[in-house]
């Protein structure tokens, strides 16, 4: 499975030593992860420590706590698709208002030309 989007969660990070996972692409110990978007939110889970710094995407070497109950992981669905779509609103607006300063400013220079 691919590594989600993960945060530094200061009571589980760092390294893993207890038993010997490895990530199989470069055999290095994992990092201790918590997943930070979508339906996975809040998991923990054991990730490759050089997908960070190579942009490789490794996958979750192992996972520390078990699948959410169904009704939670859609909640935390929805959740993340109303975050996204009040979002994709703010961009929108900011385009829109972009726009319309472009135009302002345009109309601006024009009155100033025909003033002078």
Sequence with gaps: METPDSVVEPSFCGSYTE??????????RPKKMVAFEGALTGRRFLGCPM???????CGVVEWVDGPW???????LTRIWDMYHEQNLGRVKDKQAHEK??????????FLSNNYS
């Design 19 to 28: 038993s010997e996972p490895t990530c199989m692409m470069h055999h290095q």
């Design 51 to 57: 997908q960070q710094d190579v942009g490789v995407n």
């Design 69 to 75: 109950p169904e009704i939670l992981q859609r909640f």
């Design 100 to 109: 319309e300063v472009a135009k302002l400013k345009k109309e601006i220079d």
